[in-house]
């Protein structure tokens, strides 16, 4: 019979899948960047509003109810969105003022034409964001 | 030759794309806390510390690099870590002061036996948690 795992040996085993859990956060959380950089010139571009109340609301509606069938708190969950929205908004803000190293991605011509996907894909979304999304 | 996606409908489906991303980062969350919450009481049970500093200064560092490969900003990913960890410690106070209403997990045994998977699996994680991880 294999000897049982001890605290210890349980505990480092299920940090390792805290830090799969983690790694996995950092690259959605990389991905979601780029697509809200991208809508934030593009609408900037179509002449669209930044942001979009009714957007929003809907979301963290959306948002909570997976959240209460994952046994996540909504309140919690609805302050991550806040969180992430926040850091979106602090990125617009330094594109307006003109602090955006990356610079926009061309989005000229989306009105009647399809952006190419690798347009997102070869900008960084480090530095730069578009709108609350 | 189709028609090319108007800036409307292009913003429509990056947004489903981002509805996507959300739901994915909303149970990894959900995963995330019942770890932490069964990493609480096993800490709890085997008499072992509830922070552990060394942890905490490896994960910001890993999570930094990851980030930065990401192309995502490393200060803002160094916040959303805080975020979560602050999270844990409210969660870790209410277990403390009685206030948790899903009890513990039963970790008992767990030096010398194997805790069933099942028991992390069974209690929600919304209103409970262990400690910083």
Known sequence: MEPQPTAVERLLSIRESIDNIDAALVH??????????????????????????????????????????????PDFTEKFLNFIVAEVIQHHVRIASGDDPTGPISTSGLSDSAASDSAASDSGARDSDGSPE
Chains 1, 2 share one sequence.
């Open 28 to 73: 959605l959380l990389a991905e979601r960047f780029k697509f809200t950089q991208t809508v934030g010139y593009l609408k900037a571009d179509a002449g669209m509003p930044p942001s979009d109340p009714d957007r929003e609301v809907q979301q963290i509606k959306r948002l909570r109810t997976i959240a209460a069938e994952s046994h996540l708190d």
